[in-house]
């Protein structure tokens, strides 16, 4: 079972930027696909963007050219940059791990003035 956690939430405001990182247990981090997932009150959990072993990605219409999804797998760790910034990106971030089917617990962020 892999075990995921995310840092780097916060508060921003309107137009910041912020960078989450998803730190994975586990010795073969480096063959798995990665997404990061967003749930904002009171709406379905909506794919953000998904990054391969391979590195090639893909993203919600509504983050490209604004969101940037990374990995580093001698670290273990995969990275979803932030740039541009909208209020209705406020949502509860969570990375998961398809191939083994675990989430992180998930981080907040906020972009508000």
């Known amino acids: 079972q892999v075990q995921l956690v995310e840092s780097g939430g916060g508060l921003v405001q309107p137009g910041g930027s912020l960078t989450l990182s998803c730190a994975a247990s586990g010795s073969i981090f480096s063959i798995y696909a990665m997404a990061w997932y967003r749930q904002a009150p009171g709406k379905q959990r909506e794919l953000v963007a998904i990054i391969s072993s391979g590195g090639n990605t893909n993203y919600a219409d509504s983050v490209k050219g604004r969101f940037i999804i990374s990995r580093d797998n001698a670290k273990n760790t995969v990275y979803l940059q932030m740039n541009s910034l909208k209020p209705e990106d406020t949502a509860v971030y969570s990375c998961?791990?398809?191939?083994?089917?675990?989430w992180g617990q998930g981080t907040q962020v906020t972009v508000s003035s």
């Open positions: 998961f791990s398809p191939q083994s089917g675990s």
